[in-house]
Nanobody, 125 residues
Framework: QVQLVESGGGLVQAGGSLRLSCAAS????????VGWFRQAPGKERDFVAA????????YYADSVKGRFTISRDNVKNTVLLQMNSLKPEDTAVYYC??????????????????WGQGTQVTVSS
């Protein structure tokens, strides 16, 4: 099955931007819906954004709407998360996750069967 590798995390000041990448290997990304989740220390892993297999449908957590944009390039086998106007509360380890077929509960962790190892995002105030 597909394997996922996140990259693009780092340290940024509040108000800055980062772009996370989720790269698929092992097989094509085509047919997979992809989600981004994040987990801050001592907290649960929360939904951030998701995109269906074609890229036509996107979904966002209320906390990131208008600031984050999810997109995909099925030729390059990547899903991007552009994060603008970052806030200290966005600090977390960010994970991408994938599932075959259509999304139903796009914000549920159980919806996704494949996970990456995560990339740290730190936003300083």
């Amino acid at each position: 099955q597909v394997q996922l590798v996140e990259s693009g995390g780092g340290l940024v000041q509040a108000g800055g931007s980062l772009r996370l990448s989720c790269a698929a290997s092992g097989r094509t990304f085509i047919g997979y819906a992809v989600g981004w989740f994040r987990q801050a220390p001592g907290k649960e892993r929360d939904f951030v954004a998701a995109i269906n297999w074609s890229g036509r449908n996107t979904y966002y957590a209320d906390s990131v709407k208008g600031r984050f944009t999810i997109s995909r390039d099925n030729v390059k086998n990547t899903v991007l998360l552009q994060m603008n106007s970052l806030k200290p509360e966005d600090t977390a380890v960010y994970y991408c996750a994938a599932r075959v077929g259509p999304l139903t509960n796009y914000d549920a962790r159980d919806e996704y069967g494949v996970w990456g190892q995560g990339t740290q995002v730190t936003v300083s105030s």
